[in-house]
């Protein structure tokens, strides 16, 4: 999934999950670029008690955890080397080992990356595995910046107001005319991020 920043690319990668048959088994998202480079490989595909200092115990990798569902990896351009590596096995042969480890593990999950950067373009510098590339790759869906797509503004608004609403215990369940063409009239720079962000300020603030 390509598309910028706060586009909802994790919104799209949810509702691809809720729609497939693994819809009643874990979805496990996980952004890269907020991991260490050092703790990539152990958060990814786990560790053996032992396996490096601090391994104090036995660790179950997110792959491992998504099994049978989905794992969602957002800003996959921000993976090592190493860990590219490890993800193209996973893919081809379905199968894993966590760091430190010899037993063979295996697991049957569908992987939905994301990115805000072209790949091709990491591809073409060679800080991105080509074969991972074309393995990853395999249908790709372009988001645009919600300000290109103001068709969608009034069921996000209503979506996003049903699930602040449960967060808070606010009943709000709509906007005003007046309000939508305020929020038609926003560029929203911050894209879907900074409409939920706008909505929930306003639901908080709100009489009801």
């Given at each position: 999934?390509?598309?910028?920043?706060?586009?909802?690319?994790?919104?799209?990668?949810?509702?691809?999950?809720?729609?497939?048959?693994?819809?009643?088994r874990?979805?496990?998202?996980?952004?890269?670029?907020?991991?260490?480079?050092?703790?990539?490989e152990?958060?990814l595909?786990?560790?053996?008690?032992?396996?490096?200092?601090?391994?104090?115990?036995?660790?179950?990798?997110?792959?491992?955890?998504?099994?049978?569902?989905?794992?969602?990896?957002?800003?996959?351009?921000?993976?090592?080397?190493?860990a590219?590596?490890?993800?193209?096995?996973?893919?081809?042969?379905?199968?894993?080992?966590?760091?430190?480890?010899?037993?063979?593990?295996?697991?049957?999950?569908?992987?939905?990356?994301?990115?805000?950067?072209p790949?091709q373009?990491?591809?073409?510098?060679?800080?991105?595995?080509?074969?991972?590339?074309?393995?990853?790759?395999v249908?790709?869906?372009?988001?645009?910046?919600l300000?290109?797509?103001?068709?969608?503004?009034?069921?996000?608004?209503?979506?996003?107001?049903?699930?602040?609403?449960?967060?808070?215990?606010?009943c709000?369940?709509s906007?005003?005319?007046?309000?939508?063409?305020?929020?038609?009239?926003?560029?929203?720079?911050?894209?879907?991020?900074?409409?939920?962000?706008?909505?929930?300020?306003?639901?908080?603030?709100?009489?009801?």
């Open positions: 999934i390509y598309g910028p920043t706060g586009s909802g690319k994790e919104l799209a990668a949810r509702a691809i999950h809720a729609m497939s048959e693994r819809h009643s874990a979805f496990v998202p996980i952004n890269c670029g907020s991991i260490p480079e050092s703790l990539v152990s958060v595909f786990g560790h053996e008690k032992g396996a490096f200092t601090g391994a104090i115990e036995l660790h179950q990798g997110f792959l491992e955890r998504a099994n049978g569902g989905t794992l969602f990896l957002d800003e996959v351009d921000s993976l090592s080397p190493a590219q590596t490890r993800l193209l096995r996973v893919i081809q042969e379905g199968e894993l080992e966590r760091v430190g480890g010899k037993e063979v593990i295996y697991v049957d999950l569908r992987i939905i990356s994301a990115t805000n950067i790949l373009d990491k591809v073409e510098e060679g800080t991105f595995r080509k074969d991972l590339y074309y393995r990853i790759n249908v790709e869906l372009k988001i645009p910046a300000n290109e797509r103001p068709a969608d503004l009034p069921a996000l608004v209503q979506l996003i107001l049903k699930r602040m609403g449960e967060k808070h215990n606010r709000v369940r906007v005003s005319r007046e309000v939508m063409q305020k929020i038609r009239a926003y560029p929203c720079p911050g894209n879907v991020r900074e409409l939920e962000n706008i909505l929930e300020r306003s639901l908080l603030f709100t009489k009801e």
